[in-house]
DNA sequence: TACATAATACGATATTCATCTAAGTATGGA
DNA sequence: TCCATACTTAGATGAATATCGTATTATGTA
């Protein structure tokens, strides 16, 4: 028997179609009920509670209690990666009604990944970033420039805040669907709640998906003189 | 159901832990019979044979028949990368003998990445390398500097020739020990063989795992200053 | 031809495990 | 106190599939 690594112990867990809806659904980096994300995976809530007790003694996903209901989540932002990761590795889904192929362009051009942006929106934003020299990439990690620590203060984001989060600062994050990477990390994710604040993007409830707003659209404009196409 | 990459598709092949050491044993590179498989895997051949014909139908291998042997290889070396992205992602093997100890502790120092050199030894060549400014990281490739031209070309490599071949030249191939990113690709191939030519390495059968011989070892200081430790 | 070896094909078995029904626990509100 | 809701547990069921014994095909060798 050859000696490597465990690759069961990972893909037995995402290898039923279940549970892969289930952790597709929390790549939203929201919290879901129990209900909620049976309801998402089309299946009866015992079950879900069945794969969720699975997933979680696994370390996949946590939970916290709230009075009668029980709030899951993915575990941290380690686990999103690895999930973006092996999305990257998948084919693309079958696309079976227009409703679909509707729904997947829109996750293409942006969405959320765990608690950063992703899609070709996050692929464009990081690739300008990097071309005014803000950022620079150095292997999984992007290094925030001279420049950059001027920029992102400008923009309201407090980088030392950020850097002392128990967390990967600026993690070059796998995307599924540009098959390139975007910004992830604190950074990434200090960014992303800028932007709500500022009301340029929007999330929708229990989709993935991201809106970018009128606000937006010119305000990504202003900010990078980046043209959102829709 | 939320719309995402079939996570499944992939990984149901890799969940099973037979297929998984099939694979394993495959990611030498090398040919291997059936029959070695199904000993390698510790199952009996008629069962490999139905989980060769698995991964045949899903593209993962290729088969040559020669008399009455089948040799299987995998099909290319965007499998071989995939398999070793998923080996980083997942936990290391329990270790329960001695035995199985320095097997992996010889695997990490130096094995075979498909038709490359893998672990600690391919991710040190390949940072010095990098330092002399022979070879520059850009993105999920390595590009060859002027300086490397050269070099490349005095240690009898031949880029013109290798750059023809249909496949990815220089890919940045994740490395499951150290965890990040060795040579691949054809230049990575050009490289072993060469070192293979010179006798600087051995491979062993039926195993990844790669001897740097006596010569290797200056070999390897003569051309990088980089001293092995063993 | 006869026999040994490599591999696959087929059928039976066993195991794993996702799913559901039914029942039970916990919580909040009327 | 009673009921509705959210969720889990337990047990039964069924489907998928990995495995192996047996038989068959293909090839090489004596």
Redo the contacts between chains.
């Keep these: ?12 867990l ?4 279940s549970r ?2 289930i ?3 929390l ?1 939203d980096g929201k919290f879901h009920t129990a209900s909620e994300l049976a309801y ?3 299946i009866k809530p015992q079950t879900a509670s069945f794969h969720l007790a699975k997933l979680e003694e696994n370390n996949i996903i946590i939970c916290e209690k709230h009075g009668r209901f029980r709030y899951f989540r993915l575990a941290n932002d380690e686990v999103a990666n ?2 973006e ?11 079976r009604s227009l409703n ?1 192929s509707s ?2 362009k829109k ?1 293409e051009h942006a969405r959320t990944c765990y608690d950063h942006l992703a899609g070709r929106v996050s692929v464009n934003l990081t690739n300008t970033m990097q071309q005014a020299g803000y950022i620079e ?1 150095n ?1 999984k990690e992007f290094i925030v420039t001279a420049a950059g620590e001027l920029f992102f203060k400008d923009f309201g984001i407090d980088l030392v805040g950020l850097s002392k989060k128990r967390r990967s600062f600026s993690h070059a994050c796998l995307d ?1 669907s540009e098959r ?2 975007h910004l992830g990390g604190a950074l990434g994710n200090g960014l992303f709640e800028k932007y709500i604040e500022l009301g340029w993007i929007e999330t929708k409830a229990n ?2 998906e991201i809106v970018i707003t009128s606000q937006g659209k010119s305000g990504f404009k202003d900010l990078f003189g980046l043209e959102m196409q829709i």
Tied chains: 1, 2.
């Design positions: 028997m050859i000696i490597h690594p465990n690759i069961s112990a990972l893909t037995a995402l290898a039923e179609k892969a809806a952790l597709a659904a790549m998402m995976a089309s690895t999930l990761i092996i999305m990257s590795l998948s084919p693309l889904p079958e696309v679909q729904q997947l996750l990439r292997n599924w390139t990477h989709s993935r």
